[in-house]
């Protein structure tokens, strides 16, 4: 048996095209057991200001979800007929799994300041989910897309956090205290996202080298990820990863990029896991 990964930047729901369809972006991913998405938003003006977590646990009634937001700022809040109406601005990471997610924990990354472009706050969405081969924990993560230095400070601090999370405990410890389970905190884990990086890159071996041995289990499928409209014209690069600790990386099979897909700048990134 193997469970179905899938990682994907869905660019607030817009595709190359510049349309609006959540649909499409489901429709991409809904086979796969273990969904990770970056760029979900809520109250964005870009995007209509839809809330996307709502859509898209609407869209997957079967799956357990949870958002961890990176970016909360105010939109416009105010007084209607009386009442406080608050108009918030969430950006983030998503997981979505055919099992329930014991804990969760969003970390958010080093950021540097930045006044002459958007700059939003970075995070790595940390869930360990309860599969029927045991917990396994998981990353949904979004580095930085401008500042290499930045995002090598990101790399650091994930690692760290991520290595050091059975010894440190994550989100919470000594629930046994009220009667229920100590949630499992495993030893391995996949790191898996939009890192806006490409192989070679020093930050994509930092990922690989630095602060403890990492494998990225899609290498063996060098398709491209994203078409890079910053540039001009637009590049095909390699951003999106998923990479595992070795223990994990060896039951990791069968990468591919699934180009057909056309719900975001990014394509969806599949790995199978053996259990």
């Known amino acids: 048996m193997a469970l179905k990964l899938v990682t994907y930047n869905i660019q607030y729901g817009f595709g190359l095209d510049g349309r609006y369809d959540l649909d499409r972006i489901i429709d991409a991913v809904r086979d796969a057991d273990i969904i990770a998405l970056q760029e979900v938003t809520r109250g964005w003006l870009k995007n209509g200001g839809v809330d996307m977590v709502a859509a898209i646990e609407n869209a997957l009634p079967d799956r357990f979800c949870a958002f961890g937001p990176g970016a909360d700022a105010d939109m416009m809040s105010g007084m209607v007929n009386g ?6 601005f969430q950006f983030g990471n998503m997981v979505a799994s055919r099992w329930p997610i014991a804990a969760l924990r969003t970390l958010l990354l080093p950021r540097r300041l930045r006044e002459n472009r958007l700059n939003l706050q970075r995070s790595a969405l940390e869930a360990v989910l309860l599969t029927p081969d045991g ?8 580095l930085d897309h ?10 650091a601090f994930l690692k760290q956090a991520a290595f050091e999370m059975p010894a440190r405990g994550g989100t919470v410890t000594g629930t046994g205290e ?8 495993p030893e391995d884990f996949i790191a898996c996202g ?6 070679g890159d020093a930050d994509y071996r930092a990922m ?10 899609t290498a063996a499928d060098p398709a491209f990820s ?7 014209p637009p590049t095909l690069k390699r951003l999106d990863h998923v990479f595992a600790t070795p223990g994990l990386a060896a039951r990791c099979h069968s990468p591919r990029v699934d180009a057909a897909a056309q719900g975001s700048d990014h394509q969806p990134v599949w ?4 259990v």
């Not at 009442?83 to 918030?88: D, E, G, P, S, T």
């Not at 009220?178 to 905190?185: A, D, Q």
Request: charged letters at 25%.
């Open 271 to 274: 790995v199978g896991i053996t």
């Open 83 to 88: 009442k406080a109406v608050n108009r918030r």
């Open 178 to 185: 009220f009667g229920y389970p100590e949630p499992p905190r």
């Open 135 to 142: 917990p396994l924990r998981l990353y949904s993560v979004h």
């Open 146 to 155: 401008l500042d290499g230095a930045e995002r090598l400070e990101q790399v």
């Open 194 to 199: 939009d890192f806006n990086f490409e192989p």
């Open 226 to 232: 994203c078409t890079d409209t910053i540039t001009t």
């Open 208 to 217: 690989l080298e630095t602060g403890g041995a990492l494998v990225d289990v």
